[in-house]
């Protein structure tokens, strides 16, 4: 523990204080003298002198000069005005006045609220932009939007029908819906109607192939798969389920009419777009047996 030093002497004028500390034969290298605008504290091993003094001073015109065994202390007063006495009066807690005076001088001020405007990329397809084929999908979109303009209402065949028979999104649910009841013909004329309306929409041709496909109208499924993976480009992640369904409807005809190469060709194109499905792997493997055992049999 320090010896605290309280022999010293001090005399003042309004505008100074005259401050006398014995050093008590301490060597000058030793003592550590700090001073503040209130504050005043000399360390000299084993002595310490610390004090709060009655009102502030400035420190950087005030002076402490080391020799002769003594630290001979020059304050200048910030206030002309005598004192009382060379520390502060007791009773108050000055040591929390000499902490709010540090944390005015250190804390900075608080930052100002404010918010910030954050926008995205709009995004059509459901892959994130850095991933996207821009060119392929700009394109893409552009090919649907001509189609969508593509309506030919003003045909003679047409004068008569409500205006939800002149939508060709309307003919394809409708065609969807008879689909699904397995009344496969009133679905074509459906999907008919709306081609008429609108050739440049290839789910119309898709559809229209499954439906022939029930009917055992082989060559025509083969042909609106074939107009559909034409429509269906360019190849991008939002066309990629269609594209897969026509290779299959188109290559489903093939084998139908005995063509099994042709019909592998479909199926493994339809495996290029996606390689994990396991029905299509299952189905160009049965159709690769065919191929290998008509091969066999006519060598026999």
């Known amino acids: 523990m ?21 050093l008590r034969g301490v060597c000058v290298r030793d003592a550590d003298v700090f001073c503040g605008e ?6 000299f ?6 004090v709060f003094l009655y009102a502030p001073i400035d420190d950087e015109k ?5 020799g002769n065994d003594v630290i001979l202390f020059t304050l200048c007063k910030k206030e002309p005005v005598l004192w009382e006495s060379l520390s502060m009066p007791s009773g108050r807690n000055w040591e929390n006045i000499f902490s709010e005076k540090l944390k005015e001088d250190r804390v900075p001020a608080p930052r100002t609220a404010g918010s910030i405007q954050i926008s995205f990329t709009p995004r059509v397809f459901p892959t994130a932009l850095r991933e996207s084929q821009v060119a392929e999908e700009e394109e893409w979109l552009h090919k649907q939007a001509e189609a ?30 008879l689909f699904a009841t397995e009344n496969y013909l009133a679905a074509v ?27 055992k109208n082989l060559h025509k499924a083969i042909e609106d798969s074939s107009k559909a993976l034409e429509l269906l480009t360019p190849p991008v992640a939002d066309n990629a389920k269609a594209r897969i369904k026509a290779h299959i409807r188109r290559g489903t005809a093939f084998c139908r009419l005995e063509l099994y190469v ?8 339809a495996l290029k ?3 994990a499905n396991t029905v299509v792997q299952n189905d160009a493997e049965k159709i690769r047996n065919i191929i290998q055992g008509t091969i066999l049999r006519s060598h026999e």
């Open 148 to 177: 969508r303009r593509a309506m030919s209402t003003d045909l003679p065949e047409f004068f008569d029908l409500k205006e939800e028979e002149k939508n060709s999104d309307w003919l394809k649910d409708k065609g969807n819906k």
């Open 45 to 50: 091993p084993p002595f310490l002198f610390e």
């Open 189 to 215: 004329d459906a999907y008919n109607l709306a081609i008429r309306l609108n050739c440049k929409i290839p789910l119309l041709y898709l559809n229209r192939a499954a439906c022939h496909l029930k009917l």
């Open 273 to 275: 777009i996606d390689p």
């Open 62 to 66: 005030s002076k402490a000069k080391i």
């Open 38 to 43: 209130i504050y005043l504290k000399v360390n």
């Open 2 to 22: 320090p010896v605290r030093v309280s022999e010293f002497s001090w005399q003042q004028t309004p505008a100074t204080v005259f401050l006398s500390l014995p």
């Open 262 to 269: 042709e019909g592998l060709q479909d199926y493994e194109a």
